[in-house]
């Protein structure tokens, strides 16, 4: 069974806070992805990244940074939280591109 | 820019209804779709894909996929829908600009009434 682990489900912060999302993966992929998810928008890349230490910026970056110091590990990194930022965080893995995303369950981030 | 168009944000349809849920992609090249489904408080599961040969797919839960090139389509379909189908569906596109990236539709909720 794929194993895409998220650190925590939920998430409340405070505004202006430093808040580290990880993600965990056992299929030793190459790619790494993180979405949000909002109502009515669907799922909207964050960054991706193909390589360990290499990441490329996705559709909305502002406001976030990565790490993927190890290939099973890629961290999200909101560098100053804000209300805006109150969302549901997922993380992917997709081996090719003819291949199956698997994702993990999910981090509800909440920004008070 | 690549993009994924899903025109209905939610439908209802009767247990035992057939059923369609719309997507339509903007994409250069021949193009890697695939239809996921969120069930309430779940993960997302691969309900099926197309990348080459026949455009009709088939796939888990008796859901099957047509590709239009000419109406640059790949609307989702199911004979027969169940109680449990009731979920988000996102139709999404992988995109092969420096490494590859999967861009998904707004979602479909989908309503089954009894």
């Known amino acids: 069974d794929v194993k895409v682990t998220q650190s925590s489900r939920y998430l409340v912060k405070r505004t202006g806070e430093k808040v580290f999302l990880e993600c965990v993966q056992d299929?030793?992929?190459?790619?790494m992805f993180w979405y949000r998810q909002d109502p009515g928008l669907g799922l909207r890349l964050i960054y991706f990244s193909y390589d360990v230490k290499m990441k490329e910026k996705g559709d909305i970056p502002e406001g976030y940074s990565v790490s993927r110091e190890k290939k099973e590990r890629f961290s999200l990194i909101l560098e100053s939280a804000s209300t805006n930022q109150t969302s549901m965080y997922l993380c992917a893995i997709q081996r090719t591109m003819n291949t199956e995303a698997f994702f993990g369950q999910g981090t509800r981030l909440t920004v008070v | 820019a690549q993009s994924v168009t899903q025109p209905d944000i939610h439908i209802t349809v009767s247990e035992g209804a057939s059923l369609e849920l719309r997507c339509n992609y903007s994409?250069?090249?021949?193009?890697?779709l695939f239809w996921y489904v969120q069930s309430p408080g779940q993960g997302l599961q691969l309900l099926l894909k197309y990348f080459s040969g026949d455009t009709l797919v088939q796939g888990i839960k008796g859901f099957e996929a047509e590709f239009k090139r000419s109406q640059s389509s790949f609307n989702l379909r199911k004979p027969s829908v169940h109680w449990s189908d009731a979920a988000e569906y996102f139709c999404a596109v992988v995109s092969n600009t420096g490494g590859f990236k999967t861009i998904f539709g707004a979602g479909t909720r989908l309503f089954v009434k009894a």
């Open positions: 994409y250069g090249a021949t193009p890697y």
């Open positions: 299929m030793d992929h190459e790619n």
